[in-house]
């Protein structure tokens, strides 16, 4: 299956400041997804981006706030803007594999916000 | 509106126990659904599942699908303390064209005790 690297593996920001995550995938995908997992819950789709085209966002999350890069097949950027401690959460990327693999996450960025 | 639940919550057994976790969901487009193993931030891929009564195995772990009733189960025997963990039923429907995207059922918590 594919590896993802992910990172920052974890960060403490304050609030008011932004944070970068970022996914190198070895190998070229066309989908990359981004996922919140807020503590105590379950995994929420924030958006999905498509290299070259601008990232398809879910009800309830919007480019100004989740700013998303995809400049190539292999990595993509998540951007939490403007934090605050509502944003503490789990940041998952992930690309699809099939039948064999499923969905493959990366390692996930642990976020609090303080 | 699409959703996944997942019963129960959470469990408490000891180890040598069998479990049987369930998933029902109720979406458009349904394309497969999977499970995943969560230990600490990445849910590990555990089973892909598309068409109804066929099983799927992997050591003590088991999986099936009722496409007509909706719902999955997944079955871990022997259960070890390596067990814990939360375990994620996801459905994979299609939104237009090669999109899909995943929609995450709230998970159940295992505890396995010596």
């Known amino acids: 299956s594919a590896v993802i690297s992910q990172k920052p593996s974890r960060d403490i920001c304050q609030r008011g400041t932004s944070l970068t995550i970022q996914c190198q995938v070895d190998?070229?995908?066309?989908?990359m997804f981004w996922y919140r997992q807020q503590p105590g819950q379950s995994l929420t789709l924030i958006a999905t981006a498509n290299q070259g085209s601008e990232a398809t966002y879910e009800s309830g999350f919007v480019i100004d706030k989740f700013p998303i890069s995809r400049p190539n097949l292999t990595f993509s950027t998540l951007t939490v803007s403007n934090m605050s401690p509502e944003d503490s959460s789990i940041y998952l990327c992930?690309?699809?594999?099939?039948?064999?693999?499923?969905?493959?996450f990366g390692s996930g960025t642990r976020l609090t916000v303080v | 509106e699409d959703k996944v639940v997942q019963s129960p919550l959470s469990l408490v057994v000891h180890e040598g126990d069998t479990v049987t976790l369930n998933c029902s969901y109720e979406v458009t487009n349904f394309r497969s659904l999977l499970w995943y193993k969560q230990e600490k931030k990445a849910p590990t891929f555990l089973f892909m599942l598309?068409?109804?009564?066929i099983e799927k195995k992997s050591g003590r772990l088991s999986s099936i699908l009722d496409k007509k009733e909706l719902f999955s189960i997944l079955n871990i025997t022997a259960t070890q303390t390596g067990d814990s963990a939360v375990y994620l039923c996801a459905v994979v429907m299609n939104y237009g064209g090669a999109t899909n995207k995943l929609i995450f059922g709230t998970g159940t918590l295992l505890a396995v005790q010596p």
């Open positions: 598309t068409s109804s009564g």
């Open positions: 190998s070229q995908v066309t989908m």
């Open positions: 992930s690309v699809g594999e099939g039948a064999a693999y499923g969905y493959t």
